[in-house]
């Protein structure tokens, strides 16, 4: 009997290890699996940003790391591009499946629609209406290639069909980064030993429910000295009202070092720290006061986890984190972001309410939905 074609899965940066952990074992599970063959891009390198994720989300070691690393747009996509079309070639895939909206998720979907292999997108359909945003070309390209399109929220679908996508490719079937939140919630450290170790670590005092967790990383937010400057100097004096912890992402941390910026974390309540694990974000998130982020995936897992979240940013293209979650859109303008604050600090903060389908069986349809699809070409 020959060997069946596997289902290609793509991960390059760190949003896709927790959605590809809820993905891969309901493709590989069920009473018709699939064969599906790993690749990571290497979009995201560093120790920090991948090993830690793939071991606390019991992702197997992938089968070909493409090892592109950083680089501008072009030679990132184009790297990813060049590196990814021989394993195509060797490996005969049924399917390539991306998700998100990195740069990893166009190159590869761009390499596979061009050999004539189907494109399966995870999170489609979704639309900041920003088009100064890496993703937001990201998104729109990767739908127009995908024959398989998996939403997580219904106006994806009003997206999509505006754009001249056939309704007939898209599903609604929720949202796989919610999966993996709730599998491991039980397994995440409570906010009261992470700070524990903190506070023997270095002179910062915080209790659970009494702290808020920032992050910071989109290019239009970190990438100009005045933007980053003004708003790491209205961050430092919020975290007088109540001290912050702000794991760094490396692109932050780099243009903090390039524009000198060191000295405003150091004079405040604000926590500088590494990348940390998925786990311990998830114990920080849980027990916060408020979020503050510029993330999109923190957008939906705090709307999961109820806790009132702060955006830094004009937009969002996952609307439904505020019209029915806890998330509060609040830009870049100093008195907005600390007048939410003090909102939730004074009053609580949005409560909101769990989207629909959120509810830790999205990679199960999606798994439904291919092995129907996929089970001549691709049986295990
Ligand atoms: C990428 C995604 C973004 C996502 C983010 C999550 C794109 C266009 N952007 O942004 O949507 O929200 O990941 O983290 O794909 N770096 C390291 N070590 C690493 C990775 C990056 O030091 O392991 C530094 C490098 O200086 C690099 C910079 O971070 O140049 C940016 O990395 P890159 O992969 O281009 O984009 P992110 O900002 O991480």
């Known amino acids: 009997m020959p060997v069946s074609s596997p289902i290609i899965c793509v991960v390059g940066a760190r949003p896709n290890f927790m959605k590809m952990a809820a993905i891969l074992p309901a493709l590989k599970g069920g009473d018709s699996p699939l064969n599906t063959y790993l690749v990571h891009t290497g979009q995201h390198y560093d120790a920090a940003m991948k090993d830690a994720f793939f071991h606390q989300l019991d992702i197997p070691s992938p089968d070909i790391d493409l090892e592109v690393g950083s680089g501008t747009h072009a030679v990132q996509t184009a790297e990813i591009m060049r590196r990814f079309e021989p394993i195509i070639d060797s490996q005969n895939p049924g399917a390539v499946l991306v998700v998100g909206d990195v740069n990893s998720t166009i190159a590869c979907a761009l390499v596979a629609v061009k050999k004539g292999v189907p494109v399966i997108h995870v ?7 920003d088009r100064t945003m890496p993703e937001e070309i990201n998104r729109i390209l990767v739908d127009q290639l995908s024959d398989y399109l998996f ?3 219904r106006v994806a679908l009003d997206n999509l069909t505006s754009e001249g996508i056939s309704e007939k490719k898209v599903h609604f079937v929720g949202n796989v980064m919610i999966d993996t939140l709730l599998r491991l919630l039980p397994k995440a450290p409570e906010a009261s030993s992470i700070l524990a170790k903190l506070a023997s670590d270095v002179p910062f005092k915080a ?3 009494s702290y808020g967790l920032l992050t910071m990383h989109r290019p239009s937010n970190v990438d100009k000295v005045e933007v980053l400057e003004g708003l790491l100097r209205q961050l430092a004096s919020i975290s007088n009202e109540i001290p912050l912890i702000f794991p760094v ?3 932050t941390r780099a243009q903090i070092r390039r524009f000198g910026l060191e000295d405003i974390l150091l004079e405040s309540n604000l926590l500088a720290l590494p990348p940390i694990g998925y786990l311990e974000m998830l114990g920080l998130m849980k027990g916060a006061r408020v979020v503050l982020t510029d993330s999109g995936g923190i ?4 709307t999961a986890l109820g806790i ?8 969002t293209e996952r609307p439904i984190t505020v019209t029915s979650g806890t998330n509060t859109l609040v830009g870049t303008d100093k008195a907005k972001i600390r007048g939410a604050v003090m909102e939730v600090l004074q009053g609580g903060g949005k409560a909101g309410r769990i989207p629909e389908y959120w509810d830790g069986k999205a990679a199960l349809r999606i798994a439904a939905i291919l092995q129907d699809g996929f089970a001549d070409v691709c049986a295990r």
Do not use: F, K, M, W
């Open 308 to 315: 009132p979240c702060v955006t830094i940013r004009e937009n």
């Open 299 to 302: 957008q939906e897992e705090t």
């Open 123 to 129: 999170e489609a359909g979704l639309r900041s209406r």
């Open 207 to 209: 209790e659970s429910g």
């Open 249 to 251: 992402h490396p692109r």
């Open 151 to 153: 939403t997580t929220e």
